[in-house]
């Protein structure tokens, strides 16, 4: 077991003869991860290293079971490409891009809710069920499997964090990238209940920072629903009020989202919140009784 | 993007939502030719930012002559950090009741939200959440009237005020979404006799969405070096310290600034220069640093799709091209680590592999200089 993505996962690439794409998409072959089918309009008929190209995801969907699906495609072509992938009923759609404007992030939510789809992003690094399958752009090296699920909502905070506790002994179960923006198809809540349940899973780390309040809701879950212990690192002590710290989430906005407040909740719901990333794997091992 | 309030209500205008009449003056006498016209006014700053009230930047008065001295008295001053360049002058309201009113995005929900309070006029953050009212929207649906009925409903309204007002609403998510707005809001909407009209217009822009709205006035709310590097495609803020700082990814550059506030230290900046910058974006993020004249630069480099050996070699282009008059700290880890620590030693400097040890010297070195 592990959560959202397994072993046998195939998976579909949007926007797979790009720079950027082509590179990450050897990067997760590499890795180990199924990538059976890419897509780019007007491509149709090519391959990466052997993996078809087809030029919509319907006639890559005629050929291949497609379980989950990346986007490396520009922001402003990312919900039609959103769009094509839920509606070919893929269960897991990663959104890579940064610069979605909200309401499409908002359209594409509402859709892949009624069809069953989760949403991971936009703006993330994607997801990683350490040895089995990685959906992303997180470098290779540091994820090797264990039994610390990390959930974070940036990608090279979460990157040293999962350094740290490899470098520690503690390898991974699944690492799942948030994404950035204000608007993202899962929150902490929603992967610490799958975490909760995965047996994988002994112990978990969340990563988050200022602005919006997906920890302080995650605070009461944890309060109400968590036996798994949970171990928190946030960002952004020192910033500004009013000011957006390169994550389009990340400002605390009209007295909201402070870190003395997310602070206090993760504190009141019994999570230990480690004051520099370093420390991370200590409270790991404390929490784990090793 | 915030608009300036009279920019919002040229919006209002645009989508058929009332507002005062009158208009903006750059000058004093353009002040006085639009109170001539209007008649009784209020004299209005015209910055990005609310308290107005409280600091002076809203003048009320019945003589022309007046709204010109006032006018005069705004235009070119402080207010609130903003200078003035422009001022509104509008028609002053008959207020019978003031109500709040706005349109905006529901995080936690994923989903636009109306918010909604018979309490305007005051800032909503001071109004006991037992008496806003809040309705999330599918936008499968969007705003449909039966919302605003019920909204109208819980305000109180009743008769044709309500009617103005749910219409109002209709008009203000029309303008939500096909002006890309994070914000839309109206505080307060006064009731004046039988008529229903917006006072004020605070309306956010999505920066992500500008692309795709180009109608819309350009306001430009970055400092000179933000604008810059906003062109170079780095995430950049201007910040009061003397650590310059750079990393990459939004929350390691927030951590390293946490770290440095844990030394005892002050960052100049926050600069996030991607994921994955190469030696021209590095070398440039370099460059922006050096113009702030720090005490000390920090580096702070977790490679995964960025590349220590391409961050090296920009450093080292940088130090070839110019004379780095200030202390640099590194830290270096990840893809092509052992070539960018040869790399950065050829250039005289020894690469830290620990973040919190890199910022402690940083600070250090800061404050020595």
Redo the contacts between chains.
Sequence with gaps: MAIYLFADTQVLVQGITGN?GSFHVRQMVKYGTKVVAGVSPGKGGQDLDGIPVYDTVAAAAERHRLDASILFIP??FAKDAAFEAIDSGVKVLIMLPE?????????V???AK?RGTVIVGPNT?GVISSGKCKIG???NQ?FVPGRVGVV?????????IV?NLTAAGFGTSTVVGLG?D????L?FTDVLAEMEQDPETEAIVM?G??G???EE?AALFIKEHMTKPVIAYL??????PG????????IIE??KGTFAGKIKALNSAGVPVA????QVPELVAKALGK | MKLFEYMGKELFVNYGIPVPAGGVAATPEEAVALANEVGSVVVKSQILSGKRGKSGGIGFTDSPAEAGALAARMLGSELNGFIVEKVLVEKKLQIDRELYLALTIDGAARKPVVLASAQGGMDIEEVPEEHIIKKTLDVTIGLQPFVTREVTRRLGLSGAVAKQVADIMLKMYRMFVERDAELVEINPLVLSGEQVIAADAKVTIDDDALFRQRGLPVVEERTAAEKKAHDLGLSYVELDGDIAVMANGAGVTMATLDLIEYYGGQAANFLDAGGGAGVEQTAKALELLLAKKPKAILINIFGGITRCDDVANAFAYVKQSKVIPVPVVIRLVGTNEEKGRAILRENGIEAYQLMHEAAAKAVEIAREN
Excluded: W
């Design positions: 950027q922001a402003p610069h979605i404007p909200v309401q499409d992030a908002m359209a939510v509402a859709f009624s690094f752009i997180m470098p540091f974070s909502r940036s990608g090279t905070l979460c990157y040293e350094g950035g204000r608007v993202v198809g929150n990563v920072e200022i919006g309040s997906a809701e960002a952004g002590k020192s910033a500004p000011k957006r710290m390169g994550h389009a989430g990340a009209r007295g004051e520099l990333p370093f």
